[in-house]
């Protein structure tokens, strides 16, 4: 009798180790970051711009995309893109990290943009880039 409780014992001590060794093989994750966040498509809903020049987007500044133009914007996770915009040519980027909070497109049209990420969220992203004339924001949910 005490061999087989040995043997028990044995059995599940091996078990145990195998299931251990096979979960510690489970593929892990990089870090969850706001730009590991970023990845993905995006679909704008909001967009906003400073309109009394008080350097930040108030609440009356906000207005939502018209229901007939819909506008994505793709982060690939090769730092590539593209932003499709209905009724217009898609326009092909390049993407990199710049700093802790701030996000640079290169677009293949020569034109480059820096965007400040406000937020982004499993569900939703919020980014703000300052222009020649004021500060606009741009307000995405996960497509």
């Known amino acids: 009798m005490a061999m087989v409780k ?25 870090p969850n970051t706001p730009f590991t ?15 009394n020049n008080n350097g930040q987007i108030d609440a009356w500044e906000i207005s939502a995309v018209q229901p007939n133009i819909t506008n994505t914007i793709e982060f690939r996770k090769d730092n590539t893109g593209v932003e499709k915009t209905s009724f217009s040519p898609d326009l092909d980027f390049k993407w990199s990290v710049v700093g802790d909070v701030s996000v640079l497109l290169t677009y293949n049209a020569n034109d480059t943009l820096l965007y400040r990420l406000v937020s982004v969220t499993s569900s939703t992203l919020e980014m703000t880039t300052r222009g020649n004339i004021s500060l606009a924001g741009y307000y995405y949910d996960r497509q």
Request: aromatic content about 8%; hydrophobic content about 40%; charged content about 20%.
């Open 6 to 30: 040995r043997i028990s014992g044995i059995a599940m001590f091996v078990v145990a180790s195998c299931s251990m060794g096979l979960s510690s093989c489970a593929r892990k994750e990089g």
């Open 37 to 51: 966040k970023l990845v993905g498509t995006w679909k704008k809903v909001q967009f906003a711009t400073d309109d």
